[in-house]
């Protein structure tokens, strides 16, 4: 009996050393991370991650670098080498190398730039439905489900939005000074007719200001149309949901009548469809605009723009949500640490530390600390960059200059915005390639003339209207109405 259970002992006791060495000998795999806790244990073997943006490279990056590792090292066990290309040439690059199938981790991507839709379908990125709850619990947490909701692609997270103002209220920036000497009342000025008597004051008092700057400023939410991401559009309240062509509504016509019209008074520059209208800004000399996005704190940053003058907001719609796909974080498809990226972007997602590192730099190097919460950059200091391509710009400092309250205004602002009734809806371009190719040269052609005002609409919008009929647009109409009517009807709205 004793040899017996002698024996079973020793069996047991073999297999315990067999499994513990099979063990010691597995891969240490990575733990879902807590944006706050340290991994002192070593249970994270160490990596590097490399993070591509958009901009101009920055003289003092190295600084930048050191100040994040230094930080997120004990963390995640984590590094990162942080690779900033000029925008113009950041979709080539980055083309170039996802076909090279270079190890890349990090990369940001829009809805109008390196684009996160057609990228997601060649497969550059890697899909994050599982990592999200596994390696970022925080970040999931921390945005609204409208937020991730916008970012799915038939159902599948792609890319992790850089959370800011995901709503836009429409109207005019106009020069402070120009208000309060022509004694403009802000609260009468509900269409853009009202603000005619005040361009003609500028027009006949100020020799050397433009009036009014035009660029494509007709927008379909004041003229009684829906539209989702800027490509289909019905008439607002028409329950069949009739897709139309903007460029076909009587609206379009009578609206870029008025801005030729202006145009020819002399309230828009006679070279606005040529001229260095960022110059002009930046000098001071353009009263007014038609600005796209009146955001909360928006005033501060018009004010750096318009040659340090003050200017004043004029609304002329209610705010809606237009979703969070025009600045967002991928991992690319050939990353080697998809795991450890997830984690690090929960970090810079959650984590106002390091996003102000990454979006200021060092204090006292490349930022003043002003007050709690307020900075003011060093324009020289090696390092000036934008928080917004980086993550959740509501973890971050206010410019000193902003309001106290932006941030809280600009999640109220998102929260409450009203949400388009086929929001959610987005077109497929697969099936109408060519066609999109097609359309779009021609609304470069027409574009530029007819929505600053310089051409006459009564001429050029029937031979824009028949140039995009030419280039296969009714096909796309159909292409858009058919999927429309099929999300309608999966959606219980038709």
Partial sequence: MKKRMYGYFMLCLSLILVLSACSSSSPEQPKPSDAGASTKEKTLPPVELSWYLPGNPQTDIASVEKAVNDYIQPKINATLKISMIPSASYPEKMNTLLASNEAL???WTAN???????NAKKGAFTELSKLLPQYAPNLQKSLPALAWEDSKLQGELYAVPNYQIAAKVYGFSVQKRYVDKYGLDTSKIKTFKDLEPFLDKIKQNEPNAIPYTASTSFRYQMYG????????FYKSGD???KVVELVDTPEYLEFHKMLHDWYTKGYINKDIATADNSANLTAGKIVSKFDQTLKPGGEFEEKLKNGGNDVVYIPLSAPE???VQATMTAISRTSKNPERAMMFLELVNTDST?????AYGVEGKHYEKMADNKVKVKKDG????????IGNVMNGYLLDGQADNTWELTKKMNETAVVPEIFGFKFDSSNVKAEVANVAAVRKEFMAAIETGTVDPNEYVPKYREALKKSGNDKILAEQQKQLDAWLKEKGKK
């Fill in 105 to 107: 981790d990090l990369l």
């Fill in 112 to 118: 109008y730039s390196f684009l996160y839709e057609n």
């Fill in 382 to 389: 090696g390092y000036v960059y934008t928080g917004w391509r």
């Fill in 321 to 323: 949500f237009t979703g």
């Fill in 239 to 241: 329950k069949s949901y």
């Fill in 354 to 358: 390091l996003f102000n590192i990454l």
């Fill in 225 to 232: 149309y829906t539209g989702v991401n800027d490509t289909t």
